[in-house]
């Protein structure tokens, strides 16, 4: 017996121990990447020293003496916290994902190889002005510095489980100006405006008719919801292939961060009439795609004395991988901006040479295409060979999906022609964004933002401003085409000149609000301007129900504060709501269940609150709603996801009882409004019950509506160890799509409620006292998986809390919990 314990004790001895020693190499691996934020680090490059003050947030504030050694403290920071996301993101915009995660990568490398992100790029980065190339320049060194003698595995915890797919001894290429800049072309694609649409409209105008296509697609409400600007300031094989092309614009969409329901932003800005301090305050939270790490990085540049070769002294939010600060605000000027959506993509029909598949028709010649072949790497020693041509308007991307046989018929083209579709987009020539974005950092007054906003190109955003003398402004910058023929909503022909750009609106007449009579400025992805512009900036635009809640909020509130602010930040209200209820709860329902829903419903606020029942009740009664009255007449891939758009589809429908909409394909009979009111709340209702459990008083909309924050490469590997790793959630979260708390959803999901798009940062900047700025973003700082900031900021934001970011010296060092020293 003393045998047996002695051998049992060693066993559990020796257990024990390769637990322990697993664990600490477990332990080990995980914080392997940690970065060194305390004592001194040298930097070769550097000029003088740099200092990075990190508060208890995790969140730097730089210091220099000059902008090369500002810049490349910045950044050397981002490769610290978030190295791996920067790698990620330049693999995407390079056409090179299928290097790190294989051949399931490459129809996505293959579309954005043939868009030639990252070759405009490069020919961006050889005409820049010569300052904003060395700031570029001192930044990708600053990244480099810390990429010095570090392999994959010391850089983050990805490539460790990339290690285990097969991609082993990987050292990541150094960082260039041309990575910062490719970033630019992803968010630009992801804010860029209507090709889904324009290809939605195409393939339906084909499947269901122009008519019906119309009334599914509507146009802005100019009737009752608002615009920016009131006045403006200037005085088969071929389906197969459209469908495919959607399709592949979603993925991309995925992989960027973009293409969800609910993609947007607000912001606003309140002039000092309206506010208790007498001084503007302004607001900003742009709405994007769910992920971790968060899209954003905060923190502060300052040059410790401001001279011209030094000018910085500013705060806010960037982009890892990218110098300077986004959106934030400087000693003087404050602003935030919004997506303004406008169409500067077009699908031209290129009619292709039968007897030579490089050559197309323009004005009745064939003329040659310009022909490339680019090799994509595969993990693992493969290679894909990709040929790619391009025409006057751009690239031919339906290459990768075969011709256009099928909709050429449909449309009514000559089927003794072969077609492909170009695409053209202001993104994929040449700009002077990051220019602008330095000049912005630098700016004192409203005609230095106005100067710096000259360069702005894509994506045009929604300015607003603020500054401390108490003026407002709102600026809408941007490259938006003028065409001499066509709208813009569908796919046209490009064999002749009838539609061709003719150059850009001109700046001066763009949009444009300084201190407007009403006292503030709000956008929401609205359309900026009414009918009687004389330009077309655009037709599609979000449908505005965020914009009418903020800006009657806005005008609710006689003396605004940070505190009246937040509260606009968590408003919660579903106006499409109020819109559908009257018609349901003018019905009667028999079965005692469901007359209480609905009895919950007439005494509901609203207000889609994570704790509420009736918001669950709703939510799942407009999901059955929709599919009772459109999956019968719609492809899948364009059923409805449950936001704006489907709001205002469905108010137009409601008034007309015996609309043609309401009526059930699949069966005999021919249904009416009510009859489809009727089915979708008792199929709403037999939905909680199955997924929320048999008790109603249990229900709760956060208890369907999730926040989980993904890994944006692995966190949908399939994995669950992995995923675990990595992801964090599910958060129970309040708000919705095209609600101001835009959390947004897709009810055609498989989690059909959960949390797609968010708003990715909330800003508040008080500008009677800037040490009074309010900011969160969605997780935490760091981008190392258990690291103390990677999702410690993740319950703030949800509860619509915020952190105050310190400014001045005297507060930054207040703050400081961390202090690390770059030296030359």
């Known amino acids: 017996m003393r045998l047996l314990q002695g051998v049992l004790r060693t066993l559990l001895i020796a257990v024990l121990a390769l637990a322990l020693v697993a664990g600490l190499?477990?332990?080990?691996?995980?914080?392997?990447?940690?970065?060194?934020?305390?004592?001194?680090?040298?930097?070769p490059g550097l000029r003088g020293s740099a200092e990075v003050l990190r508060d208890a947030n995790g969140i730097p504030h730089l210091y220099a003496d000059t902008a090369e050694d500002l810049f490349m403290a910045q950044g050397y920071v981002h490769a610290q916290d978030r190295f791996y996301q920067m790698d990620f993101w330049r693999h995407i915009t390079a056409g090179r994902l299928s290097e790190l995660f294989g051949a399931g990568r490459l129809n996505t490398d293959?579309?954005?190889?043939?868009?030639?992100?990252?070759?405009?790029?490069?020919?961006?980065?050889?005409?820049?002005?010569?300052?904003?190339?060395?700031?570029?320049?001192?930044?990708?060194?600053?990244?480099?510095?810390?990429?010095?003698?570090?392999?994959?595995?010391?850089?983050?915890?990805?490539?460790?489980?990339?290690?285990?797919?097969?991609?082993?001894?990987?050292?990541?290429?150094?960082?260039?100006?041309?990575?910062?800049?490719?970033?630019?072309?992803?968010?630009?694609?992801?804010?860029?405006?209507?090709?889904?649409?324009?290809?939605?409209?195409?393939?339906?105008?084909?499947?269901?008719?122009?008519?019906?296509?119309?009334?599914?697609?509507?146009?802005?409400?100019?009737?009752?919801?608002?615009?920016?600007?009131?006045?403006?300031?200037?005085?088969?094989?071929?389906?197969?292939?459209?469908?495919?092309?959607?399709?592949?614009?979603?993925?991309?969409?995925?992989?960027?961060?973009?293409?969800?329901?609910?993609?947007?932003?607000?912001d606003w800005v309140i002039g000092g009439g309206r506010t208790a301090s007498g001084m503007p305050l302004l607001a900003d939270d742009p709405h994007l795609g769910i992920r971790i790490p968060s899209i954003w990085y905060q923190n502060s540049l300052h040059c410790r004395t401001l001279t011209a070769e030094c000018p910085y002294d500013v705060t806010g939010y960037s982009f890892a991988g990218v110098p300077a600060v986004i959106i934030g605000h400087n000693t003087r000027i404050a602003w935030g901006v919004t997506n303004v959506g406008p169409d500067v993509q077009d699908l031209f029909i290129e009619k292709v040479n039968p007897a030579d598949p490089n050559q197309y028709e323009v004005n009745g010649q064939w003329v040659n295409m310009e022909v490339r072949q680019e090799t994509i790497q595969v993990l693992g020693g493969g290679r894909e060979e990709v040929t790619i041509r391009s025409t006057r308007h751009g690239p031919l991307i339906t290459d990768v999906y075969g011709s256009l046989d099928e909709f050429a018929a449909g449309a009514g083209l000559d089927p003794a022609n072969q077609y492909a579709f170009a695409l053209k987009w202001t993104a994929l020539q040449p700009g002077t964004l990051f220019q602008s974005v330095f000049k912005i950092n630098r700016a004192r007054n409203w005609d230095d933002f106005r100067i710096a906003l000259r360069d702005w190109d894509v994506p045009s955003q929604n300015f607003v401003y603020a500054d401390v003398d108490g003026n407002i402004g709102y600026q809408m910058p941007g490259n938006v085409p003028i065409r001499r023929g066509g709208d813009g909503l569908l796919p046209v022909p490009g064999w002749t000149d009838d539609y061709e750009w003719t150059g850009y609106i001109p700046f001066d007449q763009l949009p444009a609000s300084f201190n407007p009579p009403q006292g503030y400025i709000?956008?929401?992805?609205?359309?900026?301007?009414?009918?009687?512009?004389?330009?077309?900036?655009?037709?599609?635009?979000?449908?505005?129900?965020?914009?009418?809640?903020?800006?009657?909020?806005?005008?609710?509130?006689?003396?605004?504060?940070?505190?009246?602010?937040?509260?606009?930040?968590?408003?919660?209200?579903?106006?499409?709501?109020g819109e559908v209820l009257p018609y349901l709860l003018a019905l009667g329902f028999g079965e005692p269940e469901l007359a209480q829903a609905q009895a919950e419903l007439r005494a509901w606020d609203g207000q889609m609150d994570m704790a509420s029942r009736p918001a669950a009740i709703y939510a799942a009664f407009f999901r059955q709603l929709l599919a009772a009255t459109f999956h019968d007449d719609l492809p899948e891939a364009y059923w409805p996801g449950g936001g704006g758009d489907s709001w205002l589809t469905i108010r137009a429908l409601l008034p007309d009882f015996h609309n043609a909409w309401w009526d059930d394909q699949t069966t005999p009979a021919v249904e009416t409004r009510d009859e489809i009111l009727r089915r979708a709340f008792a199929a709403g209702y037999a939905e909680l019950r199955d997924t929320l459990g048999p008790d109603p008083r249990t229900w709760q909309w956060g208890r369907l509506h999730g926040s989980t924050f993904d890994n944006e490469s692995l966190g949908r590997s399939g994995v669950s160890f992995i995923e675990a790793i990595f992801n964090r959630g599910p958060f129970p979260t309040s708000g919705g799509t095209s609600i101001v708390n835009a959390t947004g959803f897709n009810?055609?999901?498989?989690?059909?409620?959960?949390?797609?798009?968010?708003?990715?940062?909330?800003?508040?900047?008080?500008?009677?006292?800037?040490?009074?700025?309010?900011?969160?973003?969605?997780?935490?700082?760091?981008?190392?998986?258990?690291?103390?900031?990677?999702?410690d900021m993740a319950d703030k934001w949800r509860f619509i809390q915020y952190n105050l970011m310190p400014f001045g010296r005297a507060a930054v060092e207040a703050a400081a919990a961390d202090r690390l020293l770059l030296v030359p």
């Open 110 to 266: 293959k579309f954005l190889r043939t868009s030639g992100w990252r070759r405009v790029a490069e020919q961006e980065y050889a005409s820049a002005e010569p300052a904003t190339r060395a700031i570029l320049d001192a930044y990708a060194a600053g990244v480099n510095a810390y990429l010095a003698n570090r392999s994959g595995p010391d850089l983050s915890l990805e490539y460790s489980i990339l290690a285990l797919n097969g991609l082993t001894g990987y050292t990541p290429d150094p960082w260039t100006g041309v990575d910062s800049i490719a970033w630019g072309k992803a968010m630009a694609w992801d804010l860029s405006g209507n090709l889904d649409a324009e290809i939605m409209r195409a393939v339906l105008n084909q499947t269901i008719g122009v008519e019906k296509t119309n009334a599914y697609m509507p146009l802005y409400p100019h009737g009752d919801h608002p615009v920016i600007v009131p006045t403006p300031a200037f005085d088969a094989a071929g389906l197969g292939a459209l469908r495919g092309l959607s399709a592949q614009l979603a993925e991309l969409g995925a992989v960027t961060g973009g293409a969800f329901e609910g993609i947007g932003s607000n």
């Open 747 to 791: 009810v055609t999901n498989a989690e059909p409620y959960a949390t797609r798009s968010v708003p990715s940062m909330r800003m508040i900047v008080d500008l009677s006292n800037l040490e009074n700025t309010r900011m969160i973003h969605t997780t935490g700082q760091s981008g190392h998986a258990y690291a103390a900031h990677y999702i």
């Open 522 to 577: 709000a956008t929401a992805n609205n359309a900026v301007v009414g009918p009687e512009y004389p330009y077309l900036i655009a037709l599609d635009w979000d449908p505005g129900y965020r914009a009418e809640r903020i800006v009657s909020l806005i005008e609710a509130e006689a003396k605004h504060t940070p505190e009246t602010i937040a509260r606009i930040h968590g408003d919660n209200q579903n106006l499409g709501a």
């Open 25 to 43: 190499l477990i332990g080990a691996t995980v914080t392997r990447s940690f970065p060194q934020t305390r004592g001194t680090v040298r930097l």
